[in-house]
């Protein structure tokens, strides 16, 4: 158990609905990144979240969006849905201060779009 | 932004050396991780190199040279767990951003 914890483990929907993925970070950590990663592909990073703010925003769709709230947690929110979002997606958390350790991933939301 | 090249796969046997290679171009390094994944399960973090050099954790060895954008993961005595895809990723230097390359999946083969 890493310590980041990722809910659900496995989400099937339909194309055009939409669905929240949570994510809570490790005790103490402050960030949360949020990443996508289709078959056979690289993490590609979406957004990340520092103590309730965006910090930072990668390849993200408009169709998808986050928050996290005052308790850390954070929510993956994707609409529209299409096959193609059919993916892992993965949430990480930074320990501050900890740099040389890089981030801890969750196990991962397994999406399945038909 | 960031441009990370890493080969698609590679094939070795048990108890051999192999070194996968990672390139990037990046606006601000911050430092270069190496990450081990499983098929199907999260990336679980292995080194990481900020400075110029080699850093040796037993059987995983990670190199920097960040003048040439480059980095190596060296792993020693394969075993048939190390089978994995190996992802290379750049941080920048604000913390906000950490890219990953496609990753490496290595074969061990008996």
């Known amino acids: 158990d890493s310590g980041v914890t990722q809910t659900p483990k496995h989400l099937i929907t339909a194309t055009g609905q939409r669905v929240t993925l949570r994510c809570s970070p490790r005790s103490g950590d402050l960030s949360v990144y949020w990443y996508q990663q289709s078959l056979d592909q690289g993490l590609q990073f979406l957004i990340q979240?520092?103590?309730?703010?965006?910090?930072a925003k990668g390849n993200i769709l408009e169709r998808f969006s986050a928050q996290q709230f005052p308790d850390l947690h954070s929510e993956l929110n994707l609409s529209s849905l299409e096959l193609g979002d059919s993916a892992l997606y993965f949430c990480a958390s930074r320990h501050q201060g900890a740099e040389d350790y890089g981030y801890t991933f969750g196990s991962g939301t397994r999406l399945t779009v038909v | 932004g960031q441009n990370i090249d890493q080969p698609t796969e590679m094939t070795a046997t048990e108890g051999a050396i192999v070194q996968i290679n990672c390139t990037y171009q990046?606006?601000?390094?911050?430092?270069l991780f190496w990450y081990q994944q499983h098929a199907g399960e999260a990336p679980t973090f292995l080194s990481y190199n900020v400075l110029d050099g080699l850093e040796e954790k037993g059987r995983f060895s990670s190199f920097l040279s960040r003048s040439k954008g480059y980095s190596y993961l060296l792993l020693k005595e394969l075993q048939m767990k190390d089978s994995a895809s190996y992802l290379c990723a750049v941080r920048e230097y604000n913390f906000n951003k950490f890219y990953f390359g496609s990753g490496t999946k290595l074969n061990v083969k008996p």
């Open positions: 990046t606006s601000g390094f911050n430092g």
């Open positions: 979240y520092y103590n309730g703010e965006e910090r």
